[in-house]
C-alpha cells in the first residue's frame, strides 16, 4: 500500500492563500463517500465513529486517461479511475500484517 498524504514539499507547491489554516492531509479527489444503501450493500451493520480505521480492497475501472505536454516541458500523464467493485473490513484490534489480512495465517 502507498502512503497517499500530501509532503511537505507538496503542500509548498500547491500553496493558496486561505482564510482556513488548516490544509488538507490527503490529495483532491481520494475522498470516497458511502451512503446508507452502500452500508447495507457492504454489511455494515454498526455505524462507524470518525477516526475508525477499515481496510477498503476495492476494483477499479480506468474512466479517462489525460496526457499533455507544454513547451519545453516534461510529459504529464494523468487517470481517473472509478471504483466499481468494493469491500470494507473493520480494522482488527490485533496487529496482523497485510499479507495475514489478505490471505490468511
Known amino acids: 500500500m502507498r502512503d497517499m498524504s500530501i509532503s511537505p514539499e507538496e503542500k509548498r507547491d500547491e500553496a493558496q492563500p486561505s482564510v482556513v489554516s488548516d490544509s488538507p492531509r490527503y490529495p483532491y479527489g481520494l475522498k470516497i463517500h458511502f451512503d446508507?444503501?452502500?452500508?447495507?450493500?457492504?454489511?455494515?451493520?454498526?455505524?462507524?465513529?470518525?477516526?475508525?480505521?477499515?481496510?477498503?480492497?476495492?476494483?477499479?475501472?480506468?474512466?479517462?486517461m489525460h496526457q499533455n505536454k507544454k513547451e519545453g516541458d516534461e510529459m504529464h500523464l494523468s487517470m481517473g479511475m472509478q471504483l466499481t467493485e468494493v469491500e470494507v473490513k473493520k480494522k482488527e484490534k490485533e496487529s496482523k500484517t497485510t499479507e495475514q489480512q489478505l490471505y490468511g495465517e
Open 36 to 64: 446508507e444503501k452502500s452500508f447495507k450493500k457492504l454489511g455494515l451493520s454498526e455505524v462507524p465513529k470518525v477516526g475508525d480505521k477499515y481496510m477498503i480492497l476495492a476494483y477499479a475501472e480506468v474512466c479517462d
